[in-house]
């Protein structure tokens, strides 16, 4: 094909075929959910530090927690980032953050 006919059959492709527009509403609903979940847990670990005790019977139990939301909140802004951005990274830092949720 010409580059012209490709610009046409182009043209012609995208009259109709329509823009997902739900697909869109629903995308940014994820974004700002998980944007939200991981804003919430920046002074959920700022509790945690201060009220955990320091020592318990397994060594470090304060480390462990605040250590683990840590993670939590970076594999949930990084799933955000993923589905803001369209990355196909996006499916693995889902598996990570729903495995850690669990």
Do not use: K, N
Request: proline share 6%.
């Amino acid at each position: 094909m010409s580059p012209s006919e490709r610009a046409d059959l182009a043209r012609r492709l995208a009259v109709l075929i329509p823009a997902p527009r739900a697909g869109e509403r629903t995308r940014r609903r994820f974004v700002v959910v998980v944007v939200t979940a991981a804003l919430f847990l920046i002074p959920w670990v700022a509790v945690l530090a201060w009220t955990l005790p320091p020592r318990y019977l397994a060594g470090h139990w304060r480390a462990t927690w605040v250590g683990f939301d840590l993670v939590l909140a970076a594999a949930l802004a990084a799933t955000a980032w993923a589905a803001a951005r369209r990355r196909q990274v996006l499916l693995l830092t889902a598996v990570v953050s729903a495995t850690l949720l669990v």
